[in-house]
Structure formats: structure tokens, C-alpha cells
């Protein structure tokens, strides 16, 4: 049986801090959201779930 390596594909920080921002962001303005059709039809999860108790910066260590 062949295997192939898993590849795995990092997401630009600025990325994931944009999406945050967007999250975060109030609820009255207007913003675009870009997603997968599988995700459209999920659950939205609360804005609670998304708090963190800490915060964390890059190479943080999490011991």
C-alpha cells in the first residue's frame, strides 16, 4: 500500500488576525465573510467561545 506525506499548509497570521477582527467586530456593520459551503450550513458558535482566558503571542510556550 503507498502512502503519501500529509501536507500541511500554514495560515498567514495576518489572516487569522483579520478573521478575528472581523469576528470581533460590531455586529451592526457590514463585512464579507468567505467560507465553504459546508461551513455555511454549520452552527454558528457563539462569540463567547472564541474569548481566550490568557493571551498569547508567538513563540509562546504553552508549559
Known amino acids: 500500500m503507498n502512502s503519501f506525506p500529509m501536507i ?3 495560515i498567514p497570521e495576518s489572516l487569522v488576525k483579520k478573521r478575528f477582527q472581523i469576528i470581533n467586530s460590531n455586529i451592526e456593520s457590514k463585512n464579507i ?8 450550513f ?22
Open 8 to 10: 500541511i499548509f500554514s
Open 42 to 63: 454549520e452552527r454558528f458558535l457563539s462569540r463567547d467561545l472564541f474569548n481566550s482566558i490568557k493571551t498569547y503571542k508567538i513563540d509562546h510556550s504553552l508549559r
Open 33 to 40: 465573510v468567505v467560507s465553504s459551503i459546508k461551513n455555511l
